[in-house]
């Protein structure tokens, strides 16, 4: 990905508010980590068969946050069978990138970029925390966007000769992780869809919900403060009012 020039912004001023993008439903239209799974698993029959066997019981998983990070590890482990090590992962993120570049670039949301750039323009400490691994957020980001904007995510390790999501990048522990990579300070603006990201849109000074499930939206606007945005980037099938780009 380095051939790859990114775009040019001013330093981070000194004393810059941070402000924190999630990634998938906020920058890009979808789950950029199941989409980067799915490929692994079809990459051979057996894959997909074993998919399929497991899925009655580790779909139900992904979708409650108490189980999440195993059931999502049991689709990881799948996708991975045969390699060991993380670089290994992201040699094949690497490539996944390379091979569907026209689809990922029209699964970015062109507001999302926008808001990005404007607070990258303005010097503000910008960082990405996403529940996918971060060199798939990365790669999609300095590939496709041309952007090369910090990113924490889920760690993955070996696993009974695959590997597995060893630290998910999800609720509580997304604020743990990005505290431990020195982004520490009070965050002044978050951006999230979702739920899990209670923990970082309650810790920020300005919290921004985004494309949100319609189902949650009274779930946030009763547990946000009040006045609290809920706006719709241009994700289909999403809630949140409206935006369009001379409005930024």
Request: net charge positive.
């Amino acid at each position: 990905m380095s051939a790859v020039r990114p775009a040019h912004f001013p330093p981070v001023r000194e004393g810059a508010p941070l402000v924190v993008f999630d990634f998938d439903h906020t920058l890009y239209d979808g789950d950029s980590g199941s989409h980067l799974f799915a490929w692994l698993i079809k990459r051979s029959w057996w894959r997909m068969a074993l998919a399929l066997l497991i899925a009655p019981v580790a779909g139900p998983m992904v979708a409650w946050l108490p189980t999440r990070r195993r059931g999502i590890s049991a689709f990881v482990w799948i996708g991975t069978v045969g390699l060991s090590r993380a670089r290994g992962l992201d040699a094949m993120i690497d490539r996944y990138v390379a091979l569907h570049t026209a689809q990922i670039r029209a699964r970015l949301l062109p507001i999302a970029l926008d808001v990005l750039h404007r607070h990258r323009v303005q010097g503000d400490r910008v960082v990405v925390a996403t529940g996918a691994p971060p060199e798939l957020a990365r790669a999609i980001l300095a590939f496709v966007a041309h952007e090369d904007v910090p990113v924490v995510g889920t760690l993955v390790g070996p696993r009974l000769g695959a590997l597995a999501a060893r630290r998910h990048c999800h609720s509580d522990m997304k604020m743990t992780m990005l505290r431990e990579v020195g982004f520490d300070a009070p965050v002044e603006i978050a951006y999230s869809d979702s739920s899990a990201d209670l923990p970082l849109l309650k810790a920020a000074r300005a919290p921004v919900v985004v494309n949100p499930k319609a189902g949650r939206v009274d779930m946030f606007r009763r547990v946000l403060p009040p006045g609290t945005p809920i706006l719709n980037w241009g994700c289909p099938g999403r809630a949140g009012d409206p935006v369009a780009p001379a409005e930024l």
